[in-house]
């Protein structure tokens, strides 16, 4: 019985086609049509060029390896190094990677006309291009249901910082995404946007910032071969994050240009797909399902904080997002003193670039320069304002950020808070705002030396000398005064050598932590009684 139903089986699947047998193993995409039903189109239509087209042996061969879009599986392991033996400046890969070209005949299907329209060909172009055409509310609700299941859903909580500013605060908690950035969304969309043949092929990235990291994450996740390109003055940390993420991460030149210059190159050699942060429309809409979320998440909300400066994709995307919902919802862009670049943008009616910004450490992704004429469009169409900050006014939303929602983030992350800060939105008070707070990526060496600068700027760690005499007890006085206006010593030095008052005297330079600036006024006053002489240092 078990012999004849297996003759029967498999007399069933000898007559069976070829394109049915595949139909079957491959997963389905409502997204784009089924890359073998092109391929064997192809083969019908065109028997004669047999050889330019691989074997379905091949084909099964390349399914071992090749991504399933929209599946967010168990992490694999990193890209073989076999993949990339040296990346020298004179050897590269030395034909050890094989691949094949091929022509679609038929068109993809396209659920976000507007926005799929930015993906290049793979056989015209190594990069992707900014699309002219605005992006719609259809193309971010689309986004939206395609990486539900590959991005975090992060919280819009009510913020204990709320009473403080005298209105209701909802922080959008988007650091917590796993690469702690918002840029996952757009990233995410727009690696699942790409065709088949290019997912297989890979993907280039030449830069350490949030990006890129993203692009490292997901597409490992995807298992879409991917590099990334750095410069040797990279933060080790950074380096060793891409690799932990799953990318092939490789040191070139000594500049951020030499490492574009190198990646670009491998692109076009090898057919890599290079990817830098455009305002195309795929990946503007990723960026806008965070606006999506939080008018779903906090009802009868009245203003919308985003950080902006250069790359104000986040602020163009959500925007769209908001309006379309809820026109009256106010919309506001935050970006630094120090790097206008959206506002000089905004008033030229062109991206400009501020060549002062360049390679700003702190700042990252904010100083950078205006990529793009497409959300550049979106900003100047949707939002209701710009407003810029003060260094000392990030510093401080950094540290009300950490006491009172243990959020540690970066400058990009703290921006859109400092504008409540520094007070440069009175007309908001009394009303239910939400700040985004998009980025946590921040170097151990710039928290330490943030945290301890606004503590300076908070009047809460100050510094003083006085000149006391050097007998036993006088110390001890100068403790005691201390103690009884609870202020907490963190340093103390004295000087007798190079002390250039009196004889017998030493100079005291003491550190000491306070509650706020009234606690310091008092205790200004105090020393200021007892020792005439005392000098405080000034931030």
């Known amino acids: ?242 690799r932990d993420y799953g990318a092939m991460v490789i040191s070139y030149g000594t500049t951020a240009k030499d490492s574009q210059v190198h990646a670009r190159r491998l692109a076009q050699e090898n057919g890599y797909l290079y990817l830098e942060e455009e305002d195309s429309a795929v990946y503007l809409s990723g960026l806008g ?57 905004l008033k030229a009616g062109h991206p400009t670039e501020d060549q002062a910004c360049n390679n700003h450490h702190f700042y990252g992704d904010v100083s950078g320069v205006c990529f793009g004429s497409n959300s550049l469009q979106l900003t100047g169409k949707l939002v209701d304002k710009v407003v810029a900050v003060r260094e000392e006014d990030i510093l401080i939303s950094m540290l009300r950020l950490l006491e009172y929602e243990r959020a540690t983030v970066d400058a990009e992350g703290a921006i859109g808070l400092a504008a409540l800060v520094a007070g440069k939105l009175p007309e908001l008070k009394g009303k239910r705002v939400a700040v985004v707070i998009c980025s946590g990526n921040l170097e151990l060496h710039l928290l330490q030396q943030c945290i301890a600068h606004a503590l300076t700027l908070d009047n809460r760690v100050c510094r003083f000398s006085l000149v006391i005499s050097d007998c036993p007890g006088d110390m001890s006085k100068l403790l005691e005064i201390l103690a009884r206006e609870e202020a907490r010593v963190l340093d103390i030095k004295q000087e007798r050598t190079f002390v250039t008052s009196e004889l017998f005297t030493v100079e005291v330079i003491c550190t000491v932590e306070t509650r706020d600036k009234i606690h310091t006024a008092q205790l200004r006053n105090v020393l200021l009684e007892r020792y005439p002489r005392t000098v405080w240092t000034e931030r």
């Open 1 to 242: 019985m078990n012999f004849a139903a297996q003759f029967i089986y498999f007399r069933v699947l000898k007559n069976r086609s070829p394109r049915d047998r595949y139909r079957e193993d491959e997963d389905y995409d409502p997204f784009w049509q089924s890359y073998a039903e092109q391929l064997f189109l192809k083969k019908d239509d065109n028997k004669t060029k047999k050889q330019d087209i691989p074997a379905l042996c091949d084909l099964r061969c390349c399914k071992n390896v090749s991504i399933r879009n929209g599946l967010i599986g168990q992490k694999p392991p990193s890209i073989n190094p076999e993949r990339l033996k040296d990346f020298g400046e004179e050897d590269y890969l030395n034909g050890d990677v094989k691949s094949w070209e091929m022509k679609i005949v038929s068109q993809n299907e396209e659920l976000l006309r507007d926005a799929l329209s930015s993906i290049p060909q793979p056989s015209s172009r190594t990069s992707l291009a900014s699309c002219n055409k605005l992006i719609r509310f259809e193309d971010i609700s689309a986004a939206a249901f395609k990486i539900q299941c590959g991005v975090q859903k992060t919280p819009c909580m009510y913020s204990r910082l709320s009473k403080q500013y005298g209105m209701d605060i909802y922080l959008k908690k988007e650091f917590l995404q796993y690469t702690g950035s918002v840029k996952e969304r757009g990233v995410l969309y727009l690696l699942m946007s790409l065709p088949q043949d290019q997912q297989r092929k890979g993907v280039i990235v030449a830069s350490d910032s949030n990006f890129s990291m993203a692009v490292a994450y997901h597409a490992s996740e995807l298992r879409i071969p991917v590099f990334v390109i750095v410069s040797t003055s990279t933060a080790p940390a950074r380096v060793k994050m891409c």
């Open 289 to 345: 399902t965070v606006g999506l979320e939080m008018y779903e998440q906090v009802p009868k909300l009245d203003a919308v904080i985003f950080p902006a400066g250069g790359h104000c994709g986040l602020l163009a995307g959500s925007a769209a997002a908001l309006k379309h919902l809820n026109p009256h919802i106010s919309i506001i862009g935050v970006e630094s003193e120090s790097f206008p670049v959206l506002q000089q943008s």
